[in-house]
């Protein structure tokens, strides 16, 4: 029976091995190029090939003739947020086409951000607004969440993002 336990540990050591490397991709790589891409958007940027992504067909983009949108800015830092609390901020936008603006969806990244947006068409040179809200309950440090927005323009999506350093709570002021 001891002989037997050293070809099982070292076949256990080469599976569990084996299951690490394969679970190590270039996920931070890719986030990497993605976040250097949207720090050198300016604050009034356009929405661009360069500067959207592509969504699975679940987002369906309108049909109809499409629009142009502007953002006042695509970026937000909350700076400083302590644990627990929840913070929001509105992204402004202009409908800056000859047709009426719509957006068909505004999907944040995760669970705990929510957005709220302008549901009417927005007419060419009327101003719309998107609020998202971000709650830190069990976050910790640096984080970076993005929103994609979905609407009939070329490209149909832009990506708005927005970043804060959680803090935990000060134990002596409770």
Do not use: Y
Not at 78 to 93: A, D, N, P, R, Y
Request: glycine share 8%; hydrophobic share 35%.
């Amino acid at each position: 029976m001891k002989s037997m336990r050293l070809p099982i540990s070292m076949l256990l050591l080469a599976l569990v091995s084996l299951f690490m490397v394969s679970c190590q991709g270039d996920k931070d790589g890719a986030k990497d190029a993605a976040r250097a891409d949207l720090e050198t958007t300016g604050a009034d940027a356009v929405a661009t090939s360069s500067n959207t992504v592509q969504t699975p067909a679940a987002d369906a983009v309108p049909v109809g003739p499409t629009t142009t949108i502007q953002f006042a800015q695509t970026k937000h830092d909350f700076g400083l947020i302590e644990q627990g609390e929840k913070v929001s901020h509105t992204f402004s936008f202009t409908n800056t086409g000859n047709e009426p603006l719509v957006l068909s969806n505004v999907k944040p990244s995760c669970g705990c951000t929510t957005p709220s947006w302008t549901k009417e068409p927005v007419a060419p040179g009327a101003e719309g607004k998107i609020e998202v809200e971000f709650d830190s309950k069990g976050k910790s440090g640096k984080q970076t969440k993005t929103v994609t927005v979905t609407a009939n323009t070329d490209p149909a999506t832009t990506i708005l993002t927005f970043t804060g350093e959680i803090q935990m709570p000060d134990a002596s002021t409770k």
